[in-house]
């Protein structure tokens, strides 16, 4: 079955502790990225990356760290995090489409992340 | 000029009414747009998408409607049911920057 899978579901956490969201998709896709998302902000993206080794920032990436060693693998790291952080966060992945943009995006079922 | 604004921000319709959701953007270099449905508890799910050559799409119940010289774009749910009680989202993407972004969301309410 295509999916994406992300883990944990569920964290709460403190101030502070480093944590690492996975996710990992069997579709052999390009592009991954992830969102999080806030009450009346929608999705916002966080980081993206287009391959292996090629990542960048979207449109709120303080805070965070990404990295793609393996084309099925992007975790999301939150070396410091803060209460502000405290949100639903989404991995998708996509294969690249026509003129090598995104297409059709697949989404996790989102890790709900709480820093106390 | 990267922002996709959506409205409403929520909507209730009795059943077999029609659904209306609006956004409009500022980029006139975004070539993809997309409409995305989100149930309580999952990920967002394409739902159905649009490119700028076209006015519009249709499938099943779902009809996008694109209006490029205004730059707006709309959802439409035709006989609206119960079960299309969910979160959905706009978005607007840019070939060859993979930069993707989305609108605020419409939580619609459908009354049985």
């Known amino acids: 079955e295509a999916q994406v899978t992300q883990n944990p579901r569920y964290l709460i956490t403190v101030t502070g502790k480093k944590l690492t969201v996975t996710c990992s998709q069997n579709?052999?896709?390009?592009?991954m990225s992830w969102y999080r998302q806030d009450p009346g902000l929608g999705l916002r993206q966080i980081y993206y990356?287009?391959?292996?080794?090629?990542?960048d920032k979207g449109d709120v990436p303080e805070g965070y760290k990404v990295s793609r060693k393996e084309k099925r693998n992007f975790p999301l790291i939150l070396e410091s995090p803060s209460p502000n952080q405290t949100s639903l966060y989404f991995c998708a992945s996509s294969a690249t489409a026509f003129a090598g943009g995104p297409g059709e995006l697949f989404f996790g079922e989102g890790s709900r992340l709480t820093v106390l | 000029q990267q922002q996709v604004k959506q409205s409403p921000q929520s909507l209730i319709v009795q059943k077999g009414g029609i659904s209306i959701i609006n956004c409009a953007y500022e980029n006139t270099a975004f070539d993809y747009f997309p409409w995305y449905q989100q149930f309580p508890g999952k990920g967002p799910a394409l739902l159905i998408a649009?490119?700028?050559?076209?006015s519009e799409k249709k499938e099943g119940r779902f009809t996008i409607s694109f209006n490029k010289s205004a730059k707006q774009f709309s959802l439409h749910i035709m006989d609206s049911q119960p079960g299309d009680s969910a979160t959905y989202f706009c978005a607007a993407s840019l070939s060859g920057t993979y930069k993707y972004i989305f609108g605020t969301g419409t939580r619609l309410k459908v009354l049985a």
């Open positions: 649009i490119r700028p050559d076209v």
């Open positions: 990356s287009m391959n292996v080794e090629v990542t």
């Open positions: 579709m052999n896709h390009e592009y």
